[in-house]
Antibody
């Protein structure tokens, strides 16, 4: 059974940093691409970032470029999102999703940016 | 403001057929396939339709998708109470070089 489990969310002050993790199991992690998607309270889904299986290709939405970094450790079956210079508008539930079509999703982790 | 446009709400009675539209532009729906996700209350999204009209295993054939020009639609036939959820469309955008989503449509089963 495919499982994706996010962790690392929490309350952080504006300008602060957080590192989200997504642990995968039940599939061949290294051959899967991944995506981070966020959902602000009461809002729709917003794509944040994507990474290919070998990390050759990474993409970011404009609003997080220069502040967020996506990475992966295939030996640990883990995906990461380093988030720096956090703003109030980054407050959301962050989901990791597997493969080009977002075939599998984790349960999400809540990030709250507030003073 | 989402790049893809969906109606904020839709409704139907049990057994009815409902459709949800998703409108985009030449750089996204006009040149790339569309995916649909179902998000039940308080849960993570789930892939419902991919590549315009393909269903992952386990998704009932009551759900179908189509794309024409710069628009796409999701149809649900034989509506059931458990279909009450938010539905989101998505496509790759060649100009933005990223994925774009619609704002989501809240489906109510009356």
């Amino acid at each position: 059974e495919v499982q994706l489990v996010e962790s690392g969310g929490g309350l952080v002050k504006p300008g602060g940093s957080l590192r989200l993790s997504c642990a995968g199991s039940g599939f061949t992690f290294s051959s899967s691409s991944f995506n981070w998607v966020r959902q602000a309270p009461g809002k729709g889904l917003e794509w944040v970032s994507s990474i290919s299986g070998s990390s050759t290709y990474v993409y970011y939405t404009d609003s997080v470029k220069g502040r967020f970094t996506i990475s992966r450790d295939n030996a640990k079956n883990s995906l990461y999102l380093q988030m720096n210079s956090l703003r109030a508008e980054d407050t959301a539930v962050y989901y990791c999703a597997r493969d080009y079509f977002y075939y599998d999703w984790g349960q999400g982790t809540l990030v709250t940016v507030s003073s | 403001q989402s790049v893809l446009t969906q109606p904020p709400s839709a409704s139907g009675t049990p057994g009815q057929r409902v459709t949800i539209a998703c409108s985009g532009s030449s750089s996204n729906i006009g040149s790339n396939t569309v995916n649909w996700y179902q998000q039940l209350p308080g849960t993570a999204p789930k892939l419902l339709i991919y590549s315009d009209d393909r269903r992952p295993s386990g998704v009932p054939d009551r759900f179908s998708g189509s794309r024409s020009g710069t628009s796409a639609s999701l149809a649900i036939s034989g509506l059931q109470s458990e279909d009450e959820a938010d539905y989101h469309c998505s496509a790759w955008d060649d100009s933005l070089k990223g994925w774009v989503f619609g704002g989501g449509t809240k489906l109510t089963v009356l």
